[in-house]
């Protein structure tokens, strides 16, 4: 079955930099589509990145040029590099998985994805 196992999370001061994990397994192909979400308390689980290698790389207007997701194929990890941290950032982050292929933008819905991690947690003081 499919697992996803997120790392990385932490406490950091606005401006910090932190960079997520999700290890892979039990997935249909590497290259499938697959996403970073988070949610923050009182707030809906939004899509932050999307990224797959058929469809094009996509951000959320709120992360865009601070954040960049990638992955390694070979490991069958997925990354978030985030950089200039703020307080608006905490929250709890996910990693989600979809077993499709498809070109034109990664989709960033949350009814797309099937597979969910447990999460980890982000935390940003200012």
């Known amino acids: 079955q499919v697992q996803l196992v997120e790392s990385g999370g932490g406490s950091v001061q606005a401006g910090g930099a932190l960079r997520l994990s999700c290890a892979a397994s039990?997935?249909?192909?590497?290259?499938?589509?697959m996403s970073w979400f988070r949610e923050a308390p009182g707030k809906e689980r939004e899509g932050v990145a999307s990224i797959g290698d058929y469809c094009i790389t996509t951000y959320a207007d709120s992360v865009r040029g601070r954040f960049t997701i990638f992955k390694d194929n070979a490991k069958n990890t997925l990354y978030l590099q985030m950089n200039g941290l703020k307080s608006a950032d905490t929250a709890m982050y996910y990693c989600a998985y979809a077993p499709i292929q498809y070109s034109g933008t990664c989709l960033r819905d949350r009814a797309t994805f099937g597979y969910w991690g447990q999460g980890t947690q982000v935390t940003v003081s200012s």
């Open positions: 039990g997935i249909r192909y590497s290259r499938d589509l």
